[in-house]
């Protein structure tokens, strides 16, 4: 067992959650091996309080060490009357040896007669490994008695039960499924989950999207081992959106175990618009599972000789990717294109940033969204304006800010990188004593400090978050919310109340740090407001999350009949996103409304298309098959809603299965418990919506 596999193996034995523990034990049973696991399992006994794991646990470490022993014994090779004899007059933990040490001859033949042996068993941990090795062979007319095991009082005896089912008949569990898929146990849950997938992919899809993106740590590490099971490219969009939300930097890792082991064209391309928007900390991590996804997609030989050119265009793709972010950051702070009401340090900004070719040539780009007409004009006015970066080189004394213009100043700024720092350490806080430079400069001075993470001091920031300026008050929020969040924490709700759509966006953007789950929960609220100011709100503050993430939240507020205005401003977060997975996503939108704002999503589509096309995410293949599938999946989903619905014209239209009389009420419970998690959802957003 490698270093990092002892390491995972040993966070699994000390988890909280009982099933992980009894599963990591039963790893060790099947195929653990060495001195480390031995001594580890040795260390967990003294400790473990809970009587299977400890019976499990004696067990793994019989067998670990006879594993270590130089002569091992053979496999047991016994006649099926000779073994039931045996078997009849052993202990418990004889009887555990005994089927650890089964040859697959005997296997084979005591088969037919595991139900026999499981009904005169009466230890549960004991029941729970026959289970285990006899499951996928278990008489197809003798599976009632695994059903009967999933109310057992032992959790390992119900999950081998339900483990076993999963494989071998799935539409036995479905008179259990609703309370299997609420059931406080993450392991049972996920386990529910696969077999659900057996049933109905969709909703499954659906229960794992919920614990992943809306459960506790154990239920998110469920999850994940629960999507090895499902097919990769249902899964991926689903994981994809979850690795934007999580912070634990495990479970991260073993997200990107399952997309380095899928690896294909567009997984990099997307992974580069998640690490967009991540913290320093995150996009270090997201970096590692970016270059091992590369390395698998490398050493699979799919692109043969052409990989080189591969990473040129995911290199350039990376590059148009900031710059599209630069441009939606730049739109949101012009807002309407009011002049009265635009920042004042915007423009110098926006020319600075001008500089950059890729940038203008994404403004360019822009003037094709559907944006308003005072947004196009001021972007056409910044068009018209020099390209050329600020006449100042940063290497200029400080005392030459007294004799440059305003605007000269803000630019100056906003060109100060982390090498300039390095040559001028204490240029940006000897600036910041200077009492007399202008709200503007220093909010400036707020926002290159928290891009280069300079220390200021913390006190005279806060202190800043009282004034009236909305522009500087922004500026230090954003300041806070990147060196220091927690500090301006106990004051986020006040701000997150605030009229003022900057000061709004600055707290969630904080919030999104502390606590995403609480901030998606929020924007939701917004999104769903029937106040257009709200809308407009949880707009301005999605394009700082990663756009896989909120996705169907966006899709949902569009489908809904929005104002001209807010229409236009959800369109753009697309056109500013581009992603294979947004096309399916736009065709859903489209059935849902009226002429012509069809055929601006049709034409938002098609402009995607051909963007991923020219940026090499996606071949004209892999396209005309996505394109291929749009109505099939459109029609899955529509059944999936209705099958959700209490009332159905037909009961049996969830996973195809006979018309019996027995499963009528059967499918009535699995409608029951789908609702009812549709209505938690609704909960959870009137939560949010009061908070």
Known sequence: MTPEKLKEFQRDLMAPVRSFRLFAIETAIRDGSGRE????????????????????????????????????????????????????????????????NLSQQTIVALASHAPEILSEESHPVVAASLIRKFGTMWPTERLKSLEARLNAPSLSLRLAALEALTQSAPKLLVANLPRLLSTEDPRMR???????????????LLQLEQMLLRGDSGQRQAAIQCAFYLPFEEVKPVLLAYIGMETDPDLLDRVGQILAANPDTQTPFQLYQTMDKASPEKKEILKNILDLTLKMLKDSQFLGNDFAAYQDQLHNWGNQQAALRIVQECLDRLGDGD??????????????????????????????????????????????????????PVTQPAESFEKMAPDECIRFLARFEQADLIQRPSFLSDLWKNRYISNDLRATLLRTAARLMVSLPLNDVESITNRDDINLVAAALEYLGAIEPSRVFPRLENFLQSPQIRLKVAALRILKRLDITRAIASLKALLESPNPEKNRTALACLIYFDFAMIRSMVADFIS????????????CLFDANPDPDNLHVLFSIEQSLDKKRQDEI?????????????????????????????????????????????????????????????????????????????????????IGKAL
């Open 602 to 686: 049709r034409e938002l589509r098609r402009r995607q298309s051909e963007q991923l096309l020219n940026a090499g995410v996606i071949t004209k293949e892999i396209l005309l098959l996505r394109e291929n599938e749009f109505t099939r999946r459109w029609n899955a989903s529509r059944e999936m809603v209705g099958n959700m619905q209490l009332i159905s014209s037909d009961p049996h239209k969830i996973a195809g299965i006979s018309n019996q009389e027995d499963t009528n009420n059967s499918f009535w419970l699995l409608k029951v418990a789908l609702l009812a998690s549709f209505i938690l959802g609704i909960l959870i957003f009137l």
């Open 339 to 392: 002049e009265t009401t635009i920042d004042p340090s915007l423009e110098p900004f926006v020319l600075e940033q001008m500089s950059y070719p890729l940038v203008r040539e994404v403004f360019n780009e822009a003037l094709e969204w559907p944006l308003g007409k005072s947004v196009r004009a001021m972007i056409r006015h910044w068009l018209e304006q020099p390209s050329s970066v600020s006449s100042i």
């Open 560 to 571: 809904s009949g929005p104002s001209e205005r807010l229409f236009e401003s959800a369109i």
């Open 37 to 100: 696991l031995l001594a580890l399992l040795e260390k967990t006994f003294e400790a473990e309080q809970d009587e299977e794991c400890q019976i499990l646990l004696k067990h793994a470490i019989t067998v670990v060490q006879k594993r270590l022993e130089p002569a091992r014994e053979e496999s047991i090779t016994l006649p099926v009357v000779d073994f039931i004899k045996q078997w009849s007059g052993s202990n418990s933990e004889t009887r555990m040896f005994m089927l650890e």
């Open 190 to 204: 996920a386990m529910a989950i696969r077999g659900l997938a057996r049933l109905s992919p969709e909703e499954a």
